[in-house]
């Protein structure tokens, strides 16, 4: 019956929303009937989530049964989890329409814990603002509109973290003690882009994974 649940709930990721447009979400069903109630299996290590999404990386679709699923930022993030039972789609966010991102961030409020850094935990949820201009109105005031997970933090105190952010899953870097700069002098990249650059964008707007960051989170039993 688990395996059932799973199936069902990573093949809805074809209408996920990473920031793209609101989500329309329902409640995964079983065959007979019966009530579909919260697991109460232990909570998988911050390891097995981690190996879990790394082994996304390049990936440019995921597959559940053969079918191939559209993803992006919140459906792979989710799609993550469900793969150890936990539907971060479990939540209630503030807005009726929310995207996955915010619906992400509203299960977090609920099941566990928002912390700044700089020090972050492989497994960790990272979130972003003001990737890109969600709201049309051509100012930065666009809140969670990206998200991605944790992998490892270096020495120098750069974050690795995995998403989907173009057409692939990759790694990308953030380091929060120097949020501006892009590479530095002996090429070392320390923030990638998280936003795309166009003539119509506002003076204040960010586009390194630093300059856009809001907050780290972590969720209960990791």
Known sequence: MRLLFITTAIAMVTLVGCATSPVERSRPSVSDGRACCRSVERAPSRSAIVQTTAKLVGAKTIKSNGRRIAYDCAGVTRAVFLAHGIDLYDG??????????????????????????????????????????????????DPLTHVGIVERQESNGTVIFISRVADAIERYRMNLDQPHVHKTADGRILNDYLRRKDGNDPANTGYLTGELFTQFATRVGH
Do not use: C, M
């Not at 977090?108 to 990737?131: C, K, M, S």
């Open 92 to 141: 209630e966010p503030d807005e009726s329409d929310a995207n996955g991102v915010r619906i992400i961030h509203a299960h977090i409020r609920q099941e566990g814990t928002f912390h700044q850094g700089p020090a972050a935990h492989p497994g960790d949820l990272i979130f972003f603002d003001n990737t890109w201009d969600y709201n049309g109105d051509g100012k930065v005031n």
